[in-house]
Nanobody, 123 residues
Framework: QVQLVESGGGLVQAGGSLRLSCTAS????????MGWYRQPPGRQRESVAR?????????ADSVKGRFTISRDNAKNSVYLYLQMNSLKPEDTAVYYC???????????????WGQGTQVTVSS
């Protein structure tokens, strides 16, 4: 099991910046990929950015050039960050941290989620 705790959300004006953090604990040695998702009001959850094996990254078209995902590995924790610049009102959403955790026995993985952190961008 992997536990995820996000922080760093808040209220910011359009054009501003925020940095989201996520701390992963537990079976961190079996994390294969991590990512950030968001769920705008009244809409489905969508992928924002993912990082695989600590280096390969992928971004939604809507955030390319504005958001940067990064990951730091420590002995007992993994830290995931999302630097968000040039924020727009349409970036308003609950942001969730995710981790794909390899099964201990057999193939495949399961996805763990954090509790979410609210980001509100005012115009």
């Amino acid at each position: 099991q992997v536990q995820l705790v996000e922080s760093g959300g808040g209220l910011v004006q359009a054009g501003g910046s925020l940095r989201l953090s996520c701390t992963a604990s537990g079976s961190i040695d079996r994390i294969s990929a991590m990512g950030w998702y968001r769920q705008p009001p009244g809409r489905q959850r969508e992928s924002v950015a993912r990082i695989v094996s600590g280096s390969s990254t992928d971004y939604a078209d809507s955030v390319k050039g504005r958001f940067t995902i990064s990951r730091d590995n420590a002995k007992n924790s993994v830290y995931l960050y999302l630097q968000m610049n040039s924020l727009k009102p349409e970036d308003t959403a609950v942001y969730y941290c995710s981790a794909d955790v390899l099964h201990r026995l057999g193939p495949g993985s399961s996805r763990s989620w954090g509790q979410g952190t609210q980001v509100t961008v005012s115009s």
